[in-house]
């Protein structure tokens, strides 16, 4: 039932009730809603009596009462105009006190409300004039939901032995279908899946096979999981033959709310399509092949640019630090790829050669210099230079004080850019 509404509620013995008031444009009004509402309760063991109306209780009243076959009426004038018809014994509240009810000819829910308030109180109970007022839309309904479970799992005996992983990629299809239809009817969504391999039993009988399928965003669909699950099952190495499947959601969160008024693409649908290569790249290559930047605050560049090994779970929930203040000359240029450690660079008529190229030179110095609290080290004049083929590099050479033209200055190749 929570395919049609999140708030469901348990009102009476072998009643559910359903607020189905935001879902009617979504199925289409009232009368499309209750023809979907009785075909799925024909798949039911049971044969339930389905009513609908503006207020909970009277809905409820025209589910019990057995005077007439009409039992959906969606003005509350019509239904006001039904309830008052019914007989008195529908209300429960009323049991109790049927005999004295009709002792006095109070035979129909109309006849009830005609006696007097403070009288009807004092001789029944205070719960008697609070369902009246709810069914009659004169007092507001208060029910606690139903809260839905946060975790699934599924059972599947296969038909067959298998002797290969990616053979077992046709059944659990069918269960993570299973899986995303009970997120979508629960509105939730979810990051880990669980997945155990049965083997068989007996004299050379093992424990469950473990697999562990996480995506970095909280996904409700199956294309979410399905690229990151074949990734696994190509690398997974079967020790004895799978006879069954069990699909565990171990924890779910709401579901993210997506951007639908915007004509252009939402910038977090690209933190998503990232966030999926990230997961494709940790199913392949395994949980160490991920690193993210960790930038440490020091001078020399070599000790500045640090990166740490990272698994998923830190890669989802980890930030960035916002930047500071963009300074009034701007940020510095950078290389996109920085060598761990600098590589000596020959000399040619006082121009540093890379690989038998000479550098032409086109920005700089910048003077990176901590020589004063950082021993030892040398101050560092660095250059963006640019060979023959319009590769451009980073490139520093050693400042050691007034040179003379005897004495060669010292040339490094420390980064390359893109």
């Known amino acids: 039932m929570q395919c049609y509404t999140p708030h469901i509620a348990l009102a009476a013995p072998h009643t559910l009730v359903l607020n189905v008031q935001a879902s009617l444009s979504l199925f289409n009004g009232a009368r499309a809603l209750a023809g979907k509402l009785q075909e799925h309760c024909r798949m039911a063991p049971v044969r339930p ?3 609908m109306a503006p207020t909970a209780t009277g809905a409820q009243w025209l ?6 076959s009409r039992r959906r009426i969606l003005q509350q004038s019509q239904l006001n105009r039904k309830l008052n018809t019914l007989p008195v014994s ?3 509240q009323a049991q109790p006190y049927l005999g004295w009810l ?4 109070c035979y129909s829910v109309g006849q009830l409300r005609q006696l007097p308030r403070a009288g009807l109180q004092q001789r029944t109970t205070p719960a008697l004039i609070q369902a009246i007022d709810a069914a009659y839309a004169r007092a507001t309904e208060y029910f606690t939901w139903v809260q839905p479970a946060n975790t699934w799992q599924c059972h599947h005996e296969l038909a067959y032995h298998v002797q290969q992983a990616p053979q077992l990629q046709p059944p659990l299809t069918a269960l993570l279908a299973q899986a995303c239809q009970w997120l979508a009817q629960h ?3 979810s990051s880990v899946l669980h997945i155990l391999l049965h083997h068989e039993k007996g004299r050379k009988a093992q424990p469950p096979g473990f697999l562990k399928v996480c995506i970095t965003q909280p996904g409700w669909h199956a294309d979410h999981f399905q690229a990151v699950l074949q990734q696994l099952l190509l690398n997974l190495q079967l020790p004895a033959p799978v006879i069954a499947l069990t699909l565990h959601i171990p924890a779910t969160c709401p579901l993210p709310q997506n951007n639908t008024t915007s004509l252009f693409p939402d910038p977090a649908q690209w933190q998503q399509n990232e966030a999926h290569l990230f997961d494709l790249l940790h199913a392949r290559l395994g949980p160490n092949a991920i690193s993210t930047p960790n930038p440490q605050a020091l001078h020399r560049p070599e000790h500045a640019n640090q990166w740490q090994s990272t698994s998923l779970r830190p890669l989802a929930t980890q930030g960035y630090a916002p930047l500071p203040a963009e300074p009034a000359g701007g940020w510095p240029v950078r290389p996109f790829w ?3 450690k600098p590589i000596a660079l020959g000399i040619r008529n006082h121009q540093p050669v890379y690989q038998g190229e000479v550098l032409t030179l086109l920005q700089g110095p910048e003077r990176i210099d901590c020589s004063e609290w950082l ?20 490139i520093f050479r050693e400042h050691k004080g007034i040179q003379t033209k005897q004495q060669k200055a010292h ?3 420390h980064g390359v850019f893109a």
Not at 375 to 394: G, K, M, S, T, V
């Open 338 to 340: 920085l060598y761990a």
């Open 187 to 189: 509105r939730c969504a």
């Open 49 to 51: 009596v389905l009513a």
């Open 90 to 92: 529908v209300i429960p």
């Open 411 to 413: 040339w490094f190749l």
């Open 102 to 105: 009709h002792g006095i000819a």
């Open 375 to 394: 021993e030892p080290y040398l101050a560092r004049d660095y250059f963006i230079a640019r060979n023959q083929h319009h590769i451009h590099f980073w």
């Open 63 to 68: 589910a019990w009462q057995t005077v007439t």
